[in-house]
């Protein structure tokens, strides 16, 4: 399985990004398609995920702000960021969540910068 995130940036506050992740190489039912995000010093915290069924989730923190979406015909998952703020400056991931045992699976990461 290879994830490759894309689209982080350096932004000021209120501005959009959209990040998006190329997913090869899935041969196994997926459960959920997701992002998290990991800041200096802090865990690494769910962002937005996606089941197979189409229904999403979202962390308080960005509901509202947040959207993700996908294109199985292209394997790919986005997240769109709008009103971006200081606090959701990290590292963001995307992950792959297998329905059988429920192994993930995690791209290299992308950088998203707000600043304020």
Do not use: H
Request: charged share 20%; hydrophobic share 35%; proline share 1%.
């Amino acid at each position: 399985v290879r994830l490759v995130e894309s689209g982080g940036a350096l932004v000021q506050a209120g501005g959009s990004l959209r990040l998006s992740c190329a997913a090869s190489g899935i041969s196994f039912t997926v459960k959920t398609r997701g992002w998290y995000r990991q800041a200096p010093g802090k865990q690494r915290e769910l962002v937005a995920t996606l089941t197979s069924d189409g229904s999403s989730n979202y962390a308080d923190s960005v509901k509202g702000r947040f959207t993700i979406s996908r294109d199985n015909a292209k394997n790919m998952v986005y997240l769109q960021m709008n009103n971006l703020k200081s606090e959701d400056t990290a590292v963001y991931y995307c992950n792959v969540q297998s329905s059988w045992m429920k192994l993930d699976y995690w791209g290299q990461g992308t950088q998203v910068t707000v600043s304020s």
